[in-house]
């Protein structure tokens, strides 16, 4: 809980490959809370009031995994959201032709872009969504100490480099929407 607060604060792009590593840990452990807290949270020596909300919202993320049906795949609608909202950023920054920097780093990652949506069949799976895929699988070989080719790594960092700003800008818009609302 602490730590997708924490990036879905700072780092939008690395929230979501955190939740999707949150749904499979939770799928890992067979939805159970016991094998929750023994490996994950009941490790963190915090005070017991966080540890029980930590473990509530850990409860929660199991019950809208469960409501959502995807015990054995998929991710949480909250998360789907997210990328949407980039998906969305993303197409309006492509479509802004002062975004030079974005632009330059959109042509870079194109073409793996293209080549990992055929690998998926994935037709209709956003950008986005596809880099996040590419990104998630890298750190699942590389969690799993499996090789990853050189081309795999130049590919994945087109990706990483493109989400970087993507998710730089998103929290520039966050920012900006907040001192609007504050104001």
């Known amino acids: 809980m602490l730590v997708a607060k924490d990036k879905k604060r700072t780092n939008i792009a690395e929230y979501v490959i955190y939740m999707w590593q949150l749904e499979d840990l939770v799928r890992a452990l067979k939805f159970d809370i016991n094998l929750l807290e023994q490996h994950v949270f009941g490790l963190f020596s915090e005070s017991d009031e966080l540890k029980l909300e930590i473990k509530n919202w850990y409860l929660d993320i199991i019950q809208m995994m469960q409501i959502e049906k995807i015990e054995n795949s998929g991710h949480l609608q909250v998360t789907e959201n997210v990328i949407l909202d980039l998906e ?80 730089k800008k998103y929290h520039e818009r966050e920012k900006k929407e907040r001192t609007q609302w504050d104001g």
């Not at 073409?111 to 998630?136: T, V």
């Open 88 to 167: 969305g950023l993303h197409r309006s920054i492509i479509n802004d032709d002062s975004q030079k920097k974005y632009a330059e780093l959109y042509h870079k990652a194109g073409l793996n872009i293209f080549e990992l949506s055929k690998k998926l069949k994935s037709e209709s799976e956003s950008e986005i969504q596809i880099m996040f895929h590419g990104l998630y699988a890298l750190l699942l070989m590389r969690m799993k100490k499996r090789e990853v080719t050189d081309e795999t790594v130049a590919a994945m960092s087109t990706f990483s480099d493109l989400l970087a700003l993507l998710a």
